[in-house]
């Protein structure tokens, strides 16, 4: 199979979908492999180490988004490039079509691609490997950035002076979280690491008994009720706001009144940005000014924030999907989602039709469903991979 891996084109992104060895292993189990010329260099892969694993470099945009059969991306195309794409494409991306405008799945639609959301891939309970991949790298740069906007540079840098971890006969700084997912549960497990005190807040009992479980009991957990998240905020030196709904705007659990019980140049790490965000004062930020306050109070609202550590979420990326992209680049697309069930619930659209429950809920579309789609859990002597 023809496979493409187009030079990203989104805003502050730096990541490639496809390292140079996983480009390697495709090229050995017999694919083409084509590279927009550059897409690797922010990621610290020049193209001739592409060149170099077997993959022709590729200078012309067109081509790139016409000549493979399966585009590997990080984000899809532009949405002035969807009715570029040929027809029986298949398109790896984090897609995100339930928050799509109308118009652009329509033309998804018409263009008859088939939209795979990296996203979406996920098992029989909700567990999403490649978010969650992302989600663990996150986590722990949340914590590099609230340790150093707590910091006073005298560069504009206006923190509260406090040092994460502390120091002997000097207390460390208090961290707490909003979400005990995988994003929330990483970015404690760093704090801890560097010796602060960290509590976490969920609205269910059951993932904060696993977080307990996995990071032993220097971990303070508390229910997210109303009066709980006051008391927490009003002690944190560090609120992260983790919280997230599947398929759904991030809960606003942090009204702008609310900035006044916290501590004043206390820092507002807002990772549910992406969906929204969980502060009613958070709104989206960039390098290199990541930061802006309101009512004395520091926000850090960076969406994609994997990117800023694009090499390293790049083989994270690589490594999670390649299993994935080799099996529909081996089999197709439909014989690939009989066998990776996790694959079947990420197929968004295919061949012009929506076979995504979710989707064509939020959107109001016809849904096609039938094998290899309709996967709700894995079948008796099934497969899930």
């Not at 532009?78 to 494409?89: S, V």
């Not at 263009?111 to 029989?124: K, Q, R």
């Not at 269910?204 to 109303?226: D, Q």
């Not at 929204?276 to 958070?282: P, V």
Request: charged letters at 15%; proline letters at 8%.
């Amino acid at each position: 199979m023809r496979i493409g891996i187009p030079k990203e084109t989104h805003a502050h992104e730096r990541r490639v979908a496809l390292t140079p060895s996983g480009v390697r292993t495709l090229v050995q189990e017999g694919h083409e492999l084509y590279l927009e010329s550059g897409a690797g260099v922010e990621a610290g892969h020049a193209d001739s180490l592409y060149e170099a694993a077997g993959a022709r470099i590729v200078f012309d945009r067109m081509e790139i988004l016409l000549r493979p059969e399966l585009l590997s991306c990080v984000h899809p195309p532009r949405t002035d490039e969807f009715r570029l794409l040929p027809a029986n494409q298949t398109v790896f991306a984090f897609w995100g079509l339930p928050a799509a405008h109308p118009e652009d799945i329509a033309q998804l639609l018409s263009s008859g691609v088939t939209a795979v959301g990296l996203e979406a891939i996920e098992d029989a309970h909700g567990n999403a490997p490649i978010l969650t991949s992302m989600s663990e790298i996150a986590g722990g740069l949340s914590v590099v950035f609230g340790a150093g906007a707590l910091l006073n540079t005298g560069r504009g840098q206006n923190g509260r002076g406090i040092l994460l971890g502390g120091a002997p006969g000097v207390p460390p700084a208090h961290f707490v979280v909003l979400g005990a997912g995988v994003l929330g549960t990483s970015a404690a497990r760093a704090a801890m690491g560097l010796g602060a005190q960290v509590s976490m807040l969920d609205v269910a009992i059951e993932p904060l008994r696993r977080a307990r479980e996995a990071l032993g009991p220097g971990l303070t957990t508390m229910l997210a009720t109303p009066p709980n998240i006051e008391k927490a905020i009003a002690f944190a030196d560090v609120l992260l706001c983790a919280a997230s709904v599947h398929g759904q705007r991030a809960p606003l659990l942090i009204r702008r009144e609310m900035l006044a019980l916290m501590r004043p140049q206390s820092v507002i790490l807002d990772l549910s940005i992406d969906m929204g965000g969980c502060a009613e004062t958070s709104r989206p930020t960039s390098f290199p000014d990541p930061t802006y306050t309101v009512d004395g109070i520091i926000h850090f609202c960076v969406p994609n924030l994997p990117s800023v550590a694009a090499r390293s979420a790049t083989l994270a990326l690589t490594s999670v999907q390649l299993p994935y992209i080799s099996a529909v680049a081996r089999d197709g697309i439909e014989s690939a989602a009989l066998e990776h069930p996790r694959l079947a619930r990420g197929v968004y659209l295919h061949q012009g039709a929506c076979v995504h429950p979710s989707l064509a809920r939020v959107h109001g579309l016809a849904l096609t469903p039938g094998p290899p789609w309709a996967t709700p859990r894995t079948p008796s002597g099934g497969k899930e991979n």
